[in-house]
């Protein structure tokens, strides 16, 4: 299975592959600011 990732890895590195997001930071952290500890200045 390693070996089938590498080769997988390497055949979309050479494609300079991207990736699409489909939201942006700011939504990411809305959506996902239940999942994150909330952070204090003490």
Do not use: G
Request: hydrophobic letters at 35%.
């Amino acid at each position: 299975m390693k070996r089938e990732i590498t080769a997988w890895e390497q055949e979309r590195n050479e494609q300079k592959a991207t990736v699409n997001w489909r939201f942006t930071n700011q939504n990411a952290r809305v959506k996902l600011e239940r999942l994150y500890p909330k952070l204090t200045l003490s």
